[in-house]
């Protein structure tokens, strides 16, 4: 039977038999029932899947495509090969909302940036969390890192700003940074960290310091900054959101002080100078819309997705799994 008529039935039955009190309760229920079908079953399972991945330049894409395997070499140079059907966004926070409001999407963020506004499948059988991070179950995972273009203990002392930089990276690594880091479902990268060792009113330091990089990072760092600051008043951090390959341009033309990076340094940013010091270790959550039917892929799927070889959900053999379990007499 189509389900429109199925529906008004039930609709009929409903003003024919049912007291008047619960009629309207009754009927929410069934219009809530009626569009979750609609949009699950077989219409979802053949429509084309909403690739939406991050822009060139973003070190959540580089270390995603790294991870899954899509890339390839053209001309000497590491280039991935993410479908160019795929919709760009050009932040973590656009890349949110977009999926949240296609129910055929998927993409990639920082699991750190991830809430309740998208889900976050399983990989391999493996929920992204704090633990599966940390204990490297679940695999698809990266360094946060912050550059400079010297090693921090290559830095000027005499130079105010040169100071606040290096005070503000020792606290980064304290075990009050780390404290900070981990608060935000980040994996801190420094084994057993010592107390920040806050120097005394007149010696603290002072200054303005600019960080920019990574949105995948600029949330946490923005938490640092502003406990930072709290110890040492004299002291002003401005935090710039872009992407990590934006970010170590700036560290080099010397436009700001630090850059912060969600992707391994190219060699050709480690022999300019570059410095990467790790920050934390994040993982990178494959999300899609929350009431899709679906919740765990296998990295191949993944790839071939985001390559543009699988185009629909019903070609997905996890989908085909999850549509049995759902309705294992096919009815």
């Not at 822009?55 to 580089?62: A, F, H, I, L, Y």
């Not at 399983?122 to 179950?137: L, Q, W």
């Not at 990072?217 to 040492?232: D, I, P, R, S, T």
Request: aromatic share 6%; charged share 20%.
């Amino acid at each position: 039977m189509h389900p429109n008529k199925s529906f008004r039935r039930a609709i009929s039955h409903l003003l024919t038999r049912t007291p008047k009190c619960a009629v309207a309760l009754l009927i929410s229920t069934l219009l809530a029932s009626f569009a979750l079908s609609a949009c699950t079953s077989p219409d979802l399972e053949n429509e084309t899947i909403s690739v939406y991945s991050r822009e060139d330049g973003s070190g959540t894409r580089g270390a995603f495509a790294s991870l899954f395997g899509l890339e390839t070499k053209l001309n000497g140079k590491t280039v991935d090969t993410i479908t160019p059907s795929a919709v760009v966004t050009n932040s973590t926070a656009v890349m949110m909302t977009s999926v949240a409001s296609d129910p055929a999407a998927i993409g990639y963020i920082s699991y750190g940036s991830l809430n309740d506004t998208v889900k976050a499948l399983a990989i391999d059988g493996v929920v992204p969390t704090t633990e599966s991070i940390k204990d490297k179950s679940y695999k698809v995972f990266r360094a946060f890192s912050l550059v400079t273009d010297e090693p921090i203990d290559d830095i000027d002392t005499a130079d105010e700003t040169q100071t606040l930089k290096a005070d503000f990276m020792r606290f980064v690594a304290s075990a009050e940074g780390q404290a900070i880091i981990e608060e935000a479902h980040f994996v801190g990268a420094v084994d057993d960290p010592v107390n920040y060792d806050r120097a005394p009113a007149s010696m603290r330091p002072s200054g303005k310091l600019v960080i920019a990089g990574s949105s995948s990072v600029a949330g946490v760092m923005e938490k640092l900054a502003e406990a930072y600051e709290q110890l040492n008043p004299d002291a002003s951090i401005e935090v710039q959101q872009s992407d990590s390959t934006t970010g170590i341009a700036m560290v080099g033309a010397h436009t700001c002080d630090i850059g912060m990076i969600s992707r391994d340094l190219t060699q050709s940013e480690q022999d300019s100078g570059i410095v990467a010091t790790p920050l934390a270790f994040d993982g990178i959550a494959v999300i899609v819309n929350p009431n899709l039917p679906l919740d765990d892929m296998t990295s191949q799927e993944v790839a071939r997705i985001f390559s543009g070889d699988i185009t629909t959900f019903g070609e997905l053999p996890s989908w085909q799994q999850s549509v049995n379990q759902t309705n294992p007499n096919g009815a």
